[in-house]
């Protein structure tokens, strides 16, 4: 049964026979059917005949009353072998004479009496055939004969016709079976072939397959066409698929950063070689979450947290972490992954790239320590100035003294108050070298005073109006020199902005931050009225290298200033206006107390 | 300190009198076909922003018998130089205003045969001079301080050693 479910040709071939057999059955009805009938009308035909001739040689029997003669007539009827019994009987119903096949038994059977005006009637009963007819002389009823027949002739007839029928069916079948070999040939075949090719390429996932075409032009051969067609079609998209693949991956290895490739859920499955070649790793170690090897158990559970929040949200990932490499030595990457999504906009996969940010970290603390130097070169060079002249003017001073004695106390005076200028000057400005490797109590009104002073020339030159609105013994904990740098930074930058005559309020005073943070410290603001900063500006101003000022600035100052805020775990802001008579700039400096310690 | 913004020469001192002259000689002596020294004063033109030093190498080289004026800006210093035709210009190099260069090249365009001395506090003044150079003009820039005699020595026109 399983057989011919699985199999096209086993069920056309079962279609075959059961449509020959069928109609072989139908036709041996009928034909049944029809020898029963005739067979019927027959023996009613033959007994009826013969039960009127019983019945014209049995009138003188009746009338004369000669039993002998009746069954003389009635042994005639030993020729006809299917007559079990027959018999005559007088008008009332009485038994007159009779005759017995079998001469064993000889008893009358009883007679069923017809009705009024009825002359004959006839019946089949249990493996026999019954006629009673009346008698007739002159018009009147003189007496009944009673014939009784068995089957057996109709019998043996269904025997023979059921022999031959068997055979016919027989040979019709074994034709049937041969004829649906042939037509499977013609139809089957190419449908099989069709299911071979197909089991053979979802099996094999080898495209170049193709099912044999045939002459045909029926619906079959329609279905292979298309089926090769489909093929072709997937074989080109197969391989233009791979062409792709091949191209990603020879890409994804040449790049200089390391890449990968995740599940929805996370694991990774795919790197591309660079990352094997610098964590020296196998693709085995690597599956699934494998990654987690190469990074710093330290550091691992914050990635970890952050990996998984992406992955919750589909959010795109950035992060900066070290990798362990092949040598044992951690090197910082820059880490991005994007989501990958499919029709429905769910991910479907992360794409991930390392960059390896070492150099470019070790580049800026260069560039940062350079232009810590600079710095300290332009200030020196601002200190030379303001040490070259006074000193100048010491030495014309008392080589005048030397010359004209009479007026030499008063060059001399005037010599020693340019000497109070040079020692005012190296008080102030070594602050700026003091060894700032720790931290210690810092006056913050009396650095601002001394950074005033510092750039007082300047701001007399200018004509600025400086007014410090602050107390005194303000106080945090930090590096002197270093809040002295900030100040002076955001004072120098004040007196660039500002046209002459402008004015710049410095205020300074003790705040808890309302953050949250509950943090205490000191928040100092310089609000100059100057020309602000333009909004195309504001977002660049404290990125290195940015100035406005090309020809006296670096770009470097406010970034500066931004980092030692930074160092000192304070803040900077800025507001500023451009609105023509209302233009100015406020920075605000928040210093904690202390700074936190790390 | 004081400034000097409307560009006039003032003095910090007291008036010191007339330099003695003729002091310890001075470059423009020349013997005249009578043997009589012709004395013609070199006029030497002192520019400092800081009036202190403008002030105390005027009152320098006059007593060295010169003419100095000694002015603390650029603008008055040209002003001064169209009527007054100075031999030397000394001048500081960074100062509000008119650098020293662009007084150079200025006080050249009004007295070609003006000699130009700058001196400096500081030494960032090398793109002063490149941009000087490009535009056809060499300075030198002495460095503050000077002292007074090699001053003197090069105002009377010894190179300095």
């Given amino acids: 049964m399983s057989k011919l479910r699985d199999s096209l040709a086993g069920k056309l071939t079962a279609m075959n026979m059961l449509v020959s057999g069928g109609a072989l059955l139908l036709a041996a009805i009928s034909f049944f059917t029809y020898e029963i009938l005739t067979f019927r009308a027959n023996m009613t035909t033959n007994r009826t005949v013969e039960a009127q001739i019983i019945g014209a040689n049995s009138v003188s029997p009746l009338i004369f009353n000669d039993p002998a003669a009746a069954e003389k007539t009635l042994s005639a009827l030993r020729a006809s072998k299917h007559i079990v019994y027959a018999a005559i009987y007088t008008n009332d119903g009485t038994f007159f004479a009779g005759y017995w096949r079998d001469s064993n038994s000889k008893a009358p059977l009883p007679l069923s009496v017809l009705k009024t005006g009825e002359q004959e009637r006839h019946w089949f009963g249990d493996d026999q055939f019954s006629l009673v007819q009346t008698i007739m002389f002159e018009g009147k009823p003189v007496g009944m004969v009673y014939i009784c027949s068995d089957l057996q002739a109709l019998y043996d007839r269904f025997k023979s016709y059921g022999l031959i029928l068997l055979g016919i069916v027989g040979a019709s079948l074994v034709a049937a079976l041969a004829l649906s070999r042939i037509a499977q040939r013609v139809i089957s075949k190419p449908i099989l072939r069709l299911a071979e090719t197909a089991r053979f390429v979802s099996r094999e996932k080898d495209f170049r397959a193709r099912v044999p075409t045939t002459r045909d032009h029926d619906e079959v051969a329609v279905l292979v066409n298309a089926f090769n067609e489909m093929l072709i079609e997937i074989q080109k998209r197969d391989s233009a698929l791979q062409e792709s693949e091949r191209q990603f991956r020879s890409l994804a290895d040449s790049i200089p950063q390391l890449a990968w490739m995740g599940e929805a859920t996370g694991e990774l499955f795919w790197y591309n070689r660079r990352w094997y070649e610098y964590t020296g790793t196998t693709p085995q170690q690597m599956l699934g979450w494998g990654w987690r090897s190469v990074h710093d158990p330290a550091q691992l559970p914050a990635v970890m947290e952050k990996w998984k929040r992406a992955i919750e949200t589909g959010e795109p990932f950035d992060m900066i972490f070290p990798l362990r490499g092949a040598d044992g030595t951690y090197r910082d990457f820059l880490t991005l992954a994007s989501p990958v999504r499919d029709d429905k906009g769910n991910v479907a996969r992360w794409f991930g790239t390392n960059t390896d940010i070492t150099e470019q970290r070790r580049a800026e603390e260069a560039l940062r320590q350079t232009e810590k130097l600079a710095a300290t070169g332009r200030l020196a060079a601002s200190i030379a100035h303001e040490i070259n002249n006074p000193l100048e003017a010491v030495i014309n001073l008392v080589y005048l003294a030397r010359k004209q004695p009479e007026n030499a106390r008063k060059y001399l005076e005037l010599a020693d108050q340019e000497l109070e200028r040079i020692a005012q000057i190296t008080r102030n400005t070594l602050g700026f070298y003091r060894d700032s490797s720790s931290t210690k109590e810092v006056d913050i009104s009396e650095v601002l005073g001394e950074v005033i002073a510092l750039y007082w020339r300047k701001i007399q030159f200018k004509k600025i109006s400086v007014r410090p609105d602050y107390g005194n013994g303000i106080k945090i904990v930090g590096f002197p020199g270093e809040i002295r740098q900030i100040f002076a930074n955001l004072v120098a930058n004040a007196i660039e902005a500002l046209s002459a005559e402008g004015s710049l309020v410095i205020r300074a005073s003790r705040v808890t931050l309302r953050d949250g943070s509950n943090r205490a410290g000191v928040r100092v603001t310089f609000l100059d009225n100057g020309t602000g900063i333009a909004p195309e500006n504001r977002k660049k101003i404290f990125e290195p290298f940015y100035t406005t000022k090309k020809d006296v600035g670096t770009g470097l100052g406010l970034w500066l200033t931004l980092q030692l805020v930074e160092k000192h775990h304070g803040s900077l802001r800025v507001r500023t206006s451009v609105e023509p008579g209302r233009s100015c700039t406020v920075f605000s400096v928040f210093l904690p107390e202390r700074p936190q310690t790390v | ?161």
């Fill in chain 2, 1 to 161: 300190m004081i400034m000097d913004l409307q560009g006039a020469s003032v003095s910090v001192f007291p008036s010191f009198g007339e330099p003695v002259y003729p002091p310890g000689g001075s470059s423009h002596e020349r013997l005249d076909a009578d043997g009589e020294l012709e004395m013609k004063r070199m006029r030497v033109l002192v520019v400092d922003d800081e009036a202190i030093i403008a002030d105390t190498v005027v009152e320098i080289l006059k007593q060295e018998g010169f003419d100095a004026e000694g002015l603390s800006t650029g603008t008055s210093a040209i002003e001064l130089a169209k009527e007054w035709h100075p031999d030397v210009l000394l001048s500081d190099v960074i100062m509000p205003g008119l650098n020293g260069i662009e007084i150079g090249m200025k006080i050249r365009e009004i007295a070609p045969k003006c000699r130009v001395i700058l001196f400096s506090g500081q030494a960032a003044t090398v793109d002063l001079l490149e941009q000087a150079r490009r535009q056809g003009h060499k300075f030198d820039i002495l460095a503050k301080p000077i002292r007074p005699e090699q001053l003197i020595g090069l105002i009377k026109g010894k190179s300095p050693s």
